[in-house]
C-alpha cells in the first residue's frame, strides 16, 4: 500500500445514499500523470453506468493543493511527438469522460487548482470550494498554452475571464473570483464548511428522480457534442509546442523553481 500510494491512486468509494467519491492523489501536490488521469476516465464510466449510483463527487486527498495538473516529471521527460500528443490528450479525455457521464458530478475542490486542475473544475456539473481553492492558468508560462482545458474553462466563465487567466499564468485569481465568473457555485470559508454543505447537497440531489438528473446533464452539456474532436485538436497543438526550443527552455526553467 505504501508504494501505491507513493505513486499516487485514484479510489470510487459508493455510499448507502448513493453518492459515489472519486477521489485522486498524488504526493506532488496531487498532480495527474497519464496513468491518474487515465484511471479517472474509467472511474467516471464505471461510476456513471453503475446502477446504484445516482451523483458521483470529484475531490482530491488532503494536501494544501487540490490539484497541481499534469505531471511536471512526466512533461519534462518527453522527447517525441506521439509521446507529447498522449500527455496533452489526457486532461482531454478526462473531460470528455465527465461531459459523457451520465450522472451529475460535484465537484470539491478544498485548495489550489493550477491548470489542468482547474480543467478538471470546469468539467464538473456543480462546483463548490473553500476560499483557499484559488486557480491559476499556467501553461503560456511553460511554453504552450491552456488549449486542451480551454474550451471547458471558457464553456463556464466565458471568453473574458478565461483570456484573463490564460494570459496571466502567474497570478492566482481568488476564490471568491471564481465564485464571481461561474467556475464555482459555491465558496465557503472553511473546508468543514465546504464538506457540510456538500454532504447537505449531495443527500439532497441524489434524491431526486434520476431521469431528471439524466435529461438535465445533457441539456447541461448541449453544444459540446464535438469535444471528442475538439479537445484532440488541442491536444496536437500543446504536444507540437512543448517540443519546441522555447518551451524545452521554458520547461527547464519553470522546473527549476519549483
Partial sequence: ME???????VHTEIKTNGVADITFFHPNHNSLPSRLL???????????NHPDVRVIVLRSAEHRTFCAGASFDELVAIED????LRFFSGFGNVINAMRRCPKIIVGRVHGKAVGGGVGLAAGTDFCMASQY?????????????????????????????FSQMALNPGEWQTAAWAKEKGLFQEVFETVEQ???YLDHFTQNLSAYNPEALAELKKIFWQGTEHWDTLLYE?????GRMALSDFAKTAITAFKSKT
Avoid: M
Avoid at 511527438?81 to 507529447?84: G, L, N, R
Fill in 133 to 161: 481553492g484559488s486557480v491559476r492558468l499556467s501553461e503560456l508560462a511553460v511554453g504552450f498554452g491552456p488549449f486542451v482545458i480551454g474550451p471547458a474553462v471558457e464553456r463556464k466563465v466565458g471568453v473574458s475571464a
Fill in 234 to 238: 488541442r491536444a496536437t497543438l500543446s
Fill in 194 to 196: 465546504l464538506d457540510a
Fill in 81 to 84: 511527438y506521439e509521446t507529447s
Fill in 38 to 48: 487515465q484511471a479517472l476516465v474509467d472511474a467516471f464510466a464505471a461510476a456513471g
Fill in 3 to 9: 508504494n501505491i500510494t507513493q505513486q499516487g491512486y
